[in-house]
């Protein structure tokens, strides 16, 4: 097998001797260094295998722009955060910061997600618009789509698609968490989507499945899993990928394609590619940010400027590749959806409570008002679709929008992604925990007593956001002083 020939001897490394040194069994394999050397020369090669082997893997993480700042984020979370320059949201944690940043209540309440530096680089390049259509073909588990949501500030549509359940799944919950409000979430081949929905969207991302060269870093997977074939075979499948990317671009639409591997086949060579292939695609020059460097394996000058590359040795995690184009024509602004006749609203509500009576007991009328038009029930839930005139018939779709409330034993209550969706202005009563302990006991389902939090007088009966340092947590059921705690058995956490 190409995969065995390729490697070199396998070094134990466990219990690395240097704090920075890597504990990773596999050793990179020779081809790829061989063929670093010859695209970068031996120096830089040299460098960049020094910071694959050796270097930390610093962590980082992005902040939710409408939860957390900055300052809170250092506060709350104990460290000082470092800007990274790939992208005005993220930031590098100390390398001796303590492991438990992802277990924060700030982050079970969406204040941040935890992405590779390089990573963050890739959002800022799609930026979509509030309106437009965008659509993120192979999203999970989020990182990228998360931003894109957040930039779109819950206007126009976002349809976030992977192609594995499992990974579809865990999309599915970083959106929710993060408080995407305007997502549609599928599971479907990129082809098929190319199929129903081609030439509608403004922006399209393909964050492709690639060899994963710049995650020999800190994965013993990439290192065993690479080979020379397995190059030719992932070049091969972001050919029909980009295919289906670009058939989705409305005229005047932009594509940004990336990958997190180093190799020319599977970056500016697959733009190289497409470009024959699709006379109507053009480049666009990307204006890189300080330590993203040109498309230097590219052939074409216009395909080197209209790339970037994040190389390990100047991200101290992983490398990337970015690159944009743009399908030629009328200007995206120009783009039509097709309106079709769609059912009207809570048509199906016979035999049922009306959701209303729910919503208006939980969110502020204004807010009632403007997500009334497109409210739909779909199974045993009341969604606020972004795109109702968007055909989903027949497609795997986890989430058609923005999930809003379930009917459980003949009720209506508050979904778990209202909660998490919803602004502080936007919601009747709520209840902020300030103590980090309660936070915890609320995250893991525990009942609590007003006491706990603040805002919190006795009532009757009510429904209640509760929040901590500003970030959503989910719904009680509010009975004198009790909280009875609504958060998902599914995300409580022991
Ligand atoms: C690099 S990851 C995407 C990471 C994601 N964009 C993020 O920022 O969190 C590539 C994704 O492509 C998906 N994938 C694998 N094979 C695919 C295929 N043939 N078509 C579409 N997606 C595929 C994988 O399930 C994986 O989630």
């Known amino acids: 097998m190409a995969a065995r020939r390729n490697r070199t001897k396998t070094r134990k490394r466990r219990g690395a001797s240097h704090p920075n040194e890597r504990d990773v ?234 990958t997190c591997t180093l190799n020319r086949d599977e970056n500016e060579g697959a733009i190289e590619r497409l470009l024959k292939r699709q006379p109507d695609a053009t480049p666009v020059n990307l204006e890189r940010t300080s330590g993203m460097e040109p498309g230097v394996l590219a052939s074409r000058q216009d395909v080197r400027n209209a790339s970037g590359r994040i190389w390990p040795d100047a991200s101290f995690g992983e490398g990337h590749f970015v690159a944009c184009l743009k399908r030629t024509g009328a200007q995206a602004g120009a783009f039509t959806a097709d309106r079709r006749e769609t059912p009207p609203m809570l048509a199906s509500t016979e035999g049922m409570p009306s959701p209303l009576t729910l919503l208006s007991e939980v969110l502020e009328p204004h807010v009632v008002d403007a997500l009334t038009p497109n409210l739909r029930i779909q199974g045993r839930s009341v969604w606020a679709l972004p795109a109702p005139e968007l055909p989903l018939d027949g497609l795997h779709v986890l989430a058609p929008g923005w999930r809003l409330a379930d009917l459980t034993h003949g009720r209506w209550s508050p979904a778990h992604a209202l909660a998490m969706g919803v602004m502080v202005h936007e919601v009747r009563v709520s209840v902020a925990i300030t103590d980090a302990t309660a936070a915890a006991r609320f995250l893991r389902g525990e009942e609590l007593d007003v006491g706990d939090a603040e805002g919190a007088e006795p009532r009757d009966s009510a429904w209640v956001w509760v929040t901590y340092q500003d970030v959503p947590l989910g719904w009680a059921r509010q009975r004198g002083h009790r909280l009875r705690n609504l958060r998902p058995k599914r995300l409580r956490v022991s």
């Open 25 to 258: 069994a596999t050793s990179i394999p020779t081809a790829f260094l061989e063929r670093l050397a010859a695209d970068v020369g031996p120096d830089r090669a040299k460098a960049m295998q020094q910071a694959i082997e050796v270097r930390a893997n610093r962590r980082a993480l992005r902040l939710n722009p409408s939860r957390l700042d900055r300052s809170a984020a250092e506060t709350h979370l104990g460290v000082p955060l470092t800007p990274v320059p790939f992208n005005p949201l993220a930031y590098w944690l100390p390398e001796d910061a303590p492991p438990g940043v992802g277990r924060s209540p700030l982050h079970a309440g969406g204040g941040f997600y935890m992405q590779d530096a390089a990573a963050t680089a890739v959002a800022p390049f799609v930026d979509p618009q509030p309106g437009e259509w965008v659509i993120d073909l192979a999203a999970a588990p989020g990182g990228k789509a998360s931003e894109l949501a957040a930039r779109m500030d819950g206007r126009g549509v976002l349809v976030a698609n992977d192609v594995s359940a499992q990974r579809a799944q865990a999309l599915h919950e970083n959106l929710e968490r993060l408080g995407a409000r305007n997502a549609v979430i599928t599971q479907a081949a990129p082809a098929e989507l190319a199929r129903r929905w081609g030439g509608r969207f403004h922006a399209v991302l393909l964050d492709a499945p690639c060899s994963g060269e710049g995650m020999f870093g800190k994965s013993d997977i990439a290192r065993q899993e690479w080979s020379e074939d397995a190059v030719a075979t992932c070049a091969v499948r972001q050919d029909d990928l980009l295919d289906a990317a670009f058939a989705l671009l409305a005229p005047g639409g932009r594509l940004i394609y990336a």
